[in-house]
């Protein structure tokens, strides 16, 4: 499943660093702004404890991680809209991704420039906040004429269309953005192809200094970020992207004892890959055996076919039905024969809705 989220945000608020903490890319990185013009794009295993569980039950020939990707989105400036910064650009690369981490510098560094010469990380959104939505009013705009003569032509369609359109056009003339808009499902599947940028789900990543990693709450950025994160009815991340960066270069031990000198249990990162799954609705379910113990990525409300088709296609066309079993069932048994003995393994069928944690065994016939 090939899903991504794009970090955005102004130039030298670390996003670059965040980036490479992420994937090891080594994006290049400077102090001074449009360093990232070509956007990084990186590939993250996800971690989940599960898996590591899992293992030491099964004792796999290999573990295999989901993964989730990340595009490393040049910074965006006053006037992106308006093609300001390269910005046209960067809002299309923007267009291509799913969700949006959005890094907002929440440290004092006077050796590191802001781009608007003071640090007001409220003012940093609503900056980026309007580019996108200035650019999504253009795009209404250009088609809002030609879809209302449609419309008093009694096109259905049209109708449908111009009345989202409307609705769109006016919350963006207030510095609304799309996701903030109340259209009827007819409408959210007409507007849909216009992948407006303003309409997709944010996550806003709050970079703080390593001095405030153990309490990133008494920041007072922080805390004017979470502020304004509820008006917005999104999340905020508290990370160190320059802590990060140094925990990226550890093996799996000394990450542990690292974290638990910085008081953690665990690392910024993994908080940010758990949220941008949440935001994309996403979940995982294992497949184990002695082979190989392996976790896949799928979207809520996904039926057992669908999801066997993840793995294969063959799988969703011939499917029969699935085994199943619930990661916290498994554990408490101690063993897959325990857990079928009491009664916990089950066989569902095509109208199953697949659980987040559920451990799998398709069976289908091609």
């Not at 490393?72 to 299309?92: M, R, T, Y």
């Not at 190989?292 to 066309?317: C, L, M, N, Y």
């Amino acid at each position: 499943m090939s899903l991504t989220t794009g970090i955005v945000g102004l130039p030298n608020v670390g996003k670059s660093t965040l980036f490479n903490a992420i994937t090891q890319a080594g994006a290049e990185m400077a102090n001074y702004p449009f360093c990232t013009i070509e956007p990084n794009v990186g590939i993250v295993s996800v971690p989940d404890r599960r898996l590591d569980k899992l293992t030491e039950m099964y004792h796999p020939k290999r573990t295999v991680p989901t993964t989730f990707e990340f595009t490393d989105i040049a910074g965006l400036v006053k006037g992106a809209s308006k093609g300001e910064g390269l910005g046209n650009q960067f809002l299309a690369n923007i267009r291509q991704v799913d969700a949006i981490s959005h890094v907002v510098r929440c440290f004092d560094d006077k050796n590191i420039t802001h781009v608007s010469g003071k640090i007001d990380p409220v003012d940093d959104i609503e900056t980026i906040n309007l580019e996108l939505i200035l650019a999504d009013l253009e795009q209404v705009s250009k088609r809002i004429d030609r879809v209302g003569k449609l419309a008093n032509q009694k096109d259905k369609q049209a109708i449908i269309e111009f009345s989202a359109l409307q609705k769109l056009k006016m919350a963006f003339e207030e510095g609304k953005p799309a996701r903030h808009v109340d259209l009827t499902d007819e409408e959210e599947a007409i507007i849909r192809p216009f992948n407006f940028l303003s309409k997709k789900p944010v996550l806003y990543v709050a970079n703080i200094s390593e001095d405030d990693v153990a309490s990133p709450e008494e920041n007072e950025y922080v805390q004017a970020v979470r502020k304004f994160a509820e008006t917005d009815g999104a999340e905020v991340v508290a990370i160190s992207a320059r802590i990060e960066s140094e925990i990226a270069e550890l093996d799996a031990e000394e990450k542990k004892v690292f974290l638990q000198d910085l008081g953690l249990d665990s690392s910024g990162l993994d908080k940010l890959v758990a949220k941008s799954y949440q935001l994309l609705g996403l979940a995982t379910y294992f497949t184990a055996g002695e082979k190989e113990v392996r976790a896949w990525t799928f979207r809520k409300g996904t039926k057992a076919p669908q999801a066997a088709g993840i793995i294969h296609s063959d799988f969703e066309r011939g499917f029969i039905r699935a085994e199943i079993v619930s990661f916290e069932d498994l554990i408490s048994a101690g063993s897959e024969t325990a857990a079928r003995e009491q009664g916990n393994l089950r066989l569902e069928g095509k109208d199953y809705i697949m659980q987040d944690g559920d451990i799998v065994n398709f069976r289908f016939n091609v």
